[in-house]
């Protein structure tokens, strides 16, 4: 072999012998909808929502409060309750206690919902924030107990209530009393009525079962997120059960709008702003 190829051949091995440059981690994310990879920090710059297609991301309850409230206004209350595991649960292996524990870590919040005072544009509201990084936003009898709270609270000092729904449903893990809880909070929303309360709800991705089937919508203004999958049992669920094809879009926000179960989709960019004029303007 000539001695130049022979050159070229050892620095061709030296170079294929190099490590590669890692790429940092958390550098890029994929959206889900139109699977574009994305920079991270430009989604988060756009308040989590893809640059390309305007999908919402999910996002945890100090992100959507840090978004929503005016800066260093929420006061968050009883965020010590815990639940006690009230059916000493145990799912292969894993125990009730040691899911709640789990999600306490991932989620840096004891329970699925965030409770507190805050301003919006200036307008004092009670605030409800549901947490998805907690069992999925899971409605369970502390849930229930904090969403009442908060009931009582608007309806003492006279401020309407905005409650931010992300929930994947009753939480099994307490069984018929977390189903409970449904007929708690829809008794607790029906008081704030009569007491001429004013209620907002906000529906995300996702907003479904036993949270869909009580406080959810039951709000005086109804509001989604673009895209966000709003229903009681899932689609898939549905067809299997009643054997037929389902319309496109069902369940989504656009169709929810479309039958008239919301009143209206909003952009994340735009929910604080619409909801101080629908203070401004509904408020008794």
Not at 81 to 97: A, C, E, V
């Amino acid at each position: 072999m000539p001695i130049m190829a022979k050159e070229a051949k050892s620095k061709w091995n030296g170079f294929s012998l190099k490590k590669r440059k890692e790429m940092p981690d958390g550098l890029w994310t994929r959206c889900p909808a139109c699977e574009q990879m994305l920079y991270k920090s430009a989604v988060e710059k756009n308040l989590n929502v893809c640059p390309e297609c305007d999908y919402h991301f999910r996002i945890d309850s100090l992100t959507r409060i840090s978004y929503l409230v005016d800066e260093g206004s929420f006061e968050e209350t009883h965020e010590h309750l815990t639940s006690n595991d009230p059916l000493d649960f145990n799912f292969r292996g894993t125990t009730y206690r040691q899911r709640l524990k789990a999600d306490e870590h991932k989620s840096g919040t004891k329970e699925a919902i965030r409770i507190g005072k805050a301003f919006i544009k200036g307008r004092g509201v009670v605030l409800a924030v549901m947490e998805p990084n907690f069992l999925m936003g899971s409605m369970g009898y502390v849930v229930g107990e904090k969403l009442c709270l908060a009931v009582e609270k608007a309806i003492e000092e006279k401020l309407p209530l905005v409650a931010i729904c992300s929930s994947g449903g009753a939480r099994m893990h307490e069984g018929v009393v977390s189903l409970g809880q449904m007929a708690k909070t829809s008794a607790a929303i029906a008081k704030l009525d009569r007491e001429g309360g004013f209620f907002i709800s906000v529906l995300t991705d996702p907003t479904t079962g036993g949270v869909t089937a009580s406080f959810a919508m039951l709000g005086d203004c109804l509001i989604a997120e673009p895209k966000a999958l709003i229903g009681f049992a899932g689609p898939r669920t549905i067809a299997e059960t009643i054997k037929v094809e389902l319309p496109e879009g069902f369940q989504t926000a656009e169709f929810m709008l479309e039958h008239g179960f919301v009143d209206m989709i909003v952009h994340r960019k735009d929910l604080r702003s619409e909801i101080a004029r629908l203070i401004d303007y509904c408020q008794k």
